[in-house]
């Protein structure tokens, strides 16, 4: 089946620093991802749509110069959270679809803690 | 606009029936339906395309309502490994992003 690889797993930082979260799909070409986030016991709200080799686009609040996403081959996208605050602290996960039977794949998710 | 799931909770004895109920205020064309586990990533379950629609996977099936613009999703015979947060999902646009609904949390005991 469809595998999506997303790293790292866990993350902290400090507060102002940037960090990049990489989503790979292993055995098929994603030439769209999308980005999601979630807080505790909330749902997944959609932040962008990556798109290979052009602009994300970002759904509404989402502040596109803080978060960079960058699709750059057609199973890799990057998400960097810039100049990350504490309020940026979340579960972070990417997914795509493959094509095949209809529903998405996610990766493993990024949980980011910012201190 | 977020798809609404009811109930928000619920707790099941191992063997027990449950159905949640997934309603939009969109007009629908398919419906994902998910399980995530604490901590984990969402799993997908199963899509439903066609209005009226049933699918099944092990003794979880749903049925999709395009008319009514709702989905639900049964649950037979639970075991311990059903329990997780279920979500709805409706894609949409050019780029079939999905719209997750509000979720269910499920918690089965023995």
């Known amino acids: 089946g469809a595998v999506v690889s997303q790293h790292p797993s866990r993350v902290i930082c400090k507060s102002g620093t940037s960090v990049k979260i990489e989503c790979r799909s292993l055995d098929f070409q994603a030439t769209t991802m999308f980005w999601y986030r979630q807080f505790p016991k909330q749902s997944l709200m959609l932040m962008a749509t990556s798109n290979e080799g052009s602009k994300a686009t970002y759904e509404q609040g989402v502040e596109k110069d803080k978060f960079l996403i960058n699709h750059a081959s057609l199973t ?17 996960i990417c997914s795509a679809t493959s094509g095949q039977g209809g529903g998405y794949t996610f990766g493993s998710g990024t949980r980011l803690t910012v201190v | 606009q977020q798809p609404v799931q009811s109930p928000q909770a619920v707790i099941l004895r191992e063997g027990e029936d449950a159905v949640i109920n997934c309603s939009s205020s969109k007009a629908l064309y398919s419906v994902h339906w998910y399980r995530q586990k604490h901590g984990e990533a969402p799993v997908f379950l199963m899509i439903l395309l066609k209005g009226g629609e049933q699918k099944g996977h092990e003794k979880i099936s749903a049925s999709f309502n395009e008319k009514k613009q709702q989905s639900s999703l049964y649950l037979t015979a639970s075991q311990l490994s059903y329990s997780g947060t279920y979500f709805c ?19 089965v005991i023995p």
């Open chain 1, 76 to 92: 890799l996208s990057t998400l960097t959270v810039t100049s990350a605050h504490p309020e940026d602290s979340s579960f972070y």
């Open chain 2, 89 to 107: 999902g409706t894609p949409s646009g050019g780029y079939q992003k999905v719209t997750f609904g509000t979720g269910t949390k499920l918690q």
